[in-house]
């Protein structure tokens, strides 16, 4: 099962590095203009090379039951090197292609290279500990931490390079 999300709105709770350990790999991967399959690069790979007009997307796992959520956070890429196309959440399916209760699901940011340049992606993983505020002015909701001190979100930044 597919379903599309738009614009960076959403908040949740937040975590620390040590939810790193807790989840599963970040995925990154390539593709030309949208006609081939993706190419896979390395999970810990922060740094993107792009030729203008290549489409290219960031897959990570999220589990909203759990309230671990990612979100394309400000500062946004500049728009004139990428733009972001969008976003597609699948969520994971038992043996008989049911969606599982409280299953994770694989969040795909879609990205396009717009112009030569460099710009910075960030996203921002929050969990249910922590207060999270993707910058885009919105009230972040307050986190339900079970009376611990709430944590900072977890950010990854990813260095683009259209050329």
Same mark, same amino acid.
């Not at 738009?6 to 709770?13: I, N, Y």
């Not at 990570?60 to 500062?75: D, H, I, K, M």
């Not at 008989?96 to 340049?117: I, K, M, Q, W, Y």
């Given at each position: 099962?597919?379903?599309?999300?738009?614009? @960076?709105? /959403?908040?949740?709770?937040?975590?620390?590095?040590?939810?790193?350990?807790?989840?599963?790999?970040?995925?990154?991967?390539? $593709?030309?203009? @949208?006609?081939?399959? %993706?190419?896979?690069?390395?999970?810990?790979?922060?740094?993107?090379?792009?030729? +203008?007009?290549? /489409? *290219?997307?960031?897959?990570?796992?999220?589990?909203?039951?759990? /309230?671990?959520?990612?979100?394309?956070?400000?500062?946004?890429?500049? !728009?004139? +090197?990428?733009?972001?196309?969008?976003?597609?959440?699948?969520?994971?399916?038992?043996?008989?292609?049911?969606?599982? %209760?409280?299953?994770?699901?694989?969040?795909?940011?879609? *990205?396009?290279?717009? !112009?030569?340049?460099?710009?910075?992606?960030?996203?921002?993983? $929050?969990?249910?500990?922590?207060? $999270?505020?993707?910058?885009?002015?919105?009230?972040?909701?307050?986190?339900?931490?079970?009376?611990? &001190?709430?944590?900072?979100?977890?950010? +990854?930044?990813? &260095?683009?390079?259209?050329?």
């Amino acid at each position: 099962m597919s379903r599309g999300r738009h614009g @960076g709105g /959403r908040h949740g709770g937040a975590v620390g590095g040590a939810a790193a350990a807790l989840l599963l790999p970040l995925l990154l991967s390539a $593709c030309g203009s @949208g006609d081939g399959e %993706p190419t896979s690069h390395p999970t810990d790979d922060h740094t993107i090379t792009a030729s +203008v007009g290549e /489409r *290219f997307t960031l897959t990570v796992e999220e589990n909203a039951s759990t /309230r671990s959520q990612w979100y394309l956070a400000a500062p946004k890429p500049d !728009g004139s +090197v990428v733009r972001a196309k969008g976003e597609e959440s699948e969520s994971a399916q038992d043996a008989d292609g049911e969606v599982a %209760p409280g299953a994770s699901n694989r969040l795909t940011f879609t *990205f396009e290279a717009t !112009g030569e340049g460099s710009t910075e992606i960030v996203l921002l993983h $929050c969990t249910f500990n922590s207060t $999270c505020d993707t910058g885009d002015g919105s009230p972040a909701p307050t986190p339900t931490t079970g009376g611990a &001190e709430p944590t900072e979100p977890e950010r +990854v930044t990813y &260095e683009v390079t259209v050329g």
